[in-house]
């Protein structure tokens, strides 16, 4: 495993840097026990980062707060005051469950992917996604409870042990990333070193040349947990937001690399030469990871197996969240909407388009879903989006809407479906929160 332990011990007070980080390539060496290179599947064909017929545009800039009014908001008067109401609920009950220390989630434990042991590294994650949720909010969160989540992180970052932990366990990227984006919203200088170090780390433990991968590789370009983990579409869409939030270009070499894997995980035949999308459905929506031969938590829930393994030929279905999460990262990455990736993984979305489920999934992961589709259609810049039918669906008001109505009386949020942590109301009303937050942001962020 790489490490940039040093840099990341030093006080968060260091002076600041450059405000886009500069990433270093990757550097191969002789050898390198981190990965066994045997268990990444070599594609047919050898993707460029730029291939041919890609089409580019200029990619959406970062919007970290909040509009103070509904002007440059494409929503009502109501459904803009319905949203800031229930995240000024939802902060309420943050801010009384914060511990003494400034966070949240301690002394709980998460299980990767059902996979792995459980860790419990996520409290700092979670704190770091709060601070976001307080940060983005600007007048309406508790500034004490922003400020003591904010001195948690830099305390955090500043503890070599506690860093350590974070890099050697099996939880680094899911922390990193959300410490990345949550200092990029805190936004004053000293929690932007923090970002750019955390945006570092990220790039350092990439799946590249570094570890032996190159291009050919299903693992190429993607993000895992930690620890040697195989990656997944959710942690390297963790990392794209982390570098958008921190304003990395979208031309640096780890952005592209990154969205070399995103691409290997759509179902779409013609840019997609791994055999479980040859053999799939060819409807642009996306799976869980492209790695060793794939695997879909949606083929999981059907009985064809998480990896496919029922079937005589093996396919995997797409599911809600992880089209989200790729639809976006594609936008980040500088993809332009026309691209024949993006406009299928649209089309995905206008067929599978509603706020009652994970489509694909049902309840499970329900508020990483919405989160992520919240971020998704903020990032596409679109005020309506139109289903199979070719109903205009105004997004922002049906998801405050979903939100509303599932928000409980103490401002919190719950998801009866216990996979993946969220019937913790922790966790689920920072996801809900969030999202709101997606919700009435500016369109353009010189909008106030």
């Known amino acids: 495993m790489k490490l940039v332990l040093l840099a990341l011990a030093l006080s968060a007070s260091t002076s600041v840097v450059a405000a886009t980080p500069v990433l270093v390539p990757p550097v191969v060496p002789p050898g390198n026990i981190r990965v066994d ?84 590294a996520a409290s700092v ?53 959300s410490v990345a984006s949550g200092l990029a919203a805190a936004g004053d200088a000293d929690a932007m070193v923090g970002a750019q170090r955390a945006i570092r780390w990220l790039a350092e433990n990439q799946w590249d040349e570094a570890e032996g991968i190159d291009a050919s590789k299903d693992w190429y370009g993607g993000a895992g947990y930690g620890n040697g983990k195989r990656p997944d579409l959710s942690n390297t869409q963790m990392m ?72 005589a030929a093996k396919s995997l279905r797409s599911y809600g969240s992880m089209t989200y999460a790729g639809f976006k990262s594609m936008l980040y990455a500088g993809l332009s909407p026309d691209d024949p990736r993006v406009k299928d993984a649209l089309g995905w979305i206008a067929a599978h388009f509603t706020f009652a ?46 939100l509303v109505q599932r928000q409980r009386e103490d401002g919190s949020w719950r998801n009866s479906v216990e996979r993946w942590e969220e019937s913790n109301e922790q966790l689920a009303t920072i996801y809900a929160v969030l999202a709101l937050e997606e919700a009435i942001k500016p369109m353009n962020a010189s909008s106030k």
């Open 240 to 311: 794209l937001d982390a570098m958008h939030d921190a304003g990395v270009s979208p031309d640096e070499p780890a952005v592209q690399r990154a969205l070399a894997f995103v691409s290997r995980t759509q179902n779409r035949k013609e840019s997609n030469p791994a055999a479980w999308s040859q053999h799939g459905a060819n409807d642009g929506g996306f799976v869980y990871s492209p790695a060793n031969g794939g695997e879909s938590m949606s083929s999981e829930a059907v009985g064809e197996g998480r990896y496919g393994e029922k079937l």
């Open 37 to 120: 290179a045997t268990k990444a599947t070599t594609l047919p064909v050898t993707p460029v980062t730029q291939p041919s017929g890609e089409l580019r545009t200029v990619a959406p800039t970062a919007v970290l707060r909040i509009a103070s009014s509904p002007d440059g908001v494409p929503t009502d008067n109501e459904t803009f005051t319905r949203a800031r109401k229930a995240i000024e609920r939802g902060l309420a009950f943050l801010g009384a469950a914060q511990t003494t220390r400034g966070t949240w989630f301690e002394g709980e434990e998460v299980e990767p992917t059902d996979m792995e042991p459980r860790h419990r």
């Open 357 to 402: 489920e994970n489509p694909g999934l049902g309840q499970q992961g329900y508020f990483y879903y919405i989160h992520a589709m919240a971020r998704a259609l903020q990032a596409a810049r679109v005020e309506k989006v139109a289903d199979a039918k070719g109903t205009q669906h105004a997004w922002r008001t049906e998801l405050v809407d979903a």
């Open 125 to 177: 994650a979670v704190t770091a996604m709060a601070l976001k949720a307080f940060a983005q909010a600007g007048d309406i969160g508790d500034v004490a409870v922003r400020t003591r989540a904010r001195n948690s992180i830099a305390l955090t970052l500043a503890d070599a042990k506690a860093m350590e932990a974070v890099s050697t366990g099996g939880m680094g990227n899911y922390v990193m990333s």
